[in-house]
């Protein structure tokens, strides 16, 4: 393995699912300027993601549908067919 490629500063972090407000703790090295009061009472920072396993079809069986700020309507608006 290469030498130097890997982040060095690993923290732990809350990611937080914003379709279903599931929130889980590990470690990350991704950056956040927002911050949680997590279930221990300690403040860790909190990174916000649309799908996680608690919300992504292939882990749940199901089909569901997100639309996060308007993302289809947008999509739908640029490619629709002009009269």
């Known amino acids: 393995m290469k030498k130097g490629i890997h982040p060095e500063a690993y923290r732990m972090v809350v990611f ?3 379709s279903n407000e599931t929130t889980f703790l590990t470690r ?3 950056a956040s300027r ?3 009061i ?3 009472g300690n403040e860790y920072p909190v990174v916000k993601v649309e799908i996680s396993n608690t919300s992504h079809p292939f882990y749940t069986g199901k ?3 997100v639309d996060t700020a308007g993302r289809i309507e947008k999509f739908k608006k ?3 067919k002009k009269a």
Do not use: H, L
């Open 63 to 65: 089909s569901m549908f």
């Open 16 to 18: 937080k699912d914003t």
């Open 28 to 30: 990350s090295s991704a």
């Open 34 to 36: 927002e911050t949680i």
């Open 38 to 40: 997590w279930e221990d």
């Open 78 to 80: 640029r490619y629709e």
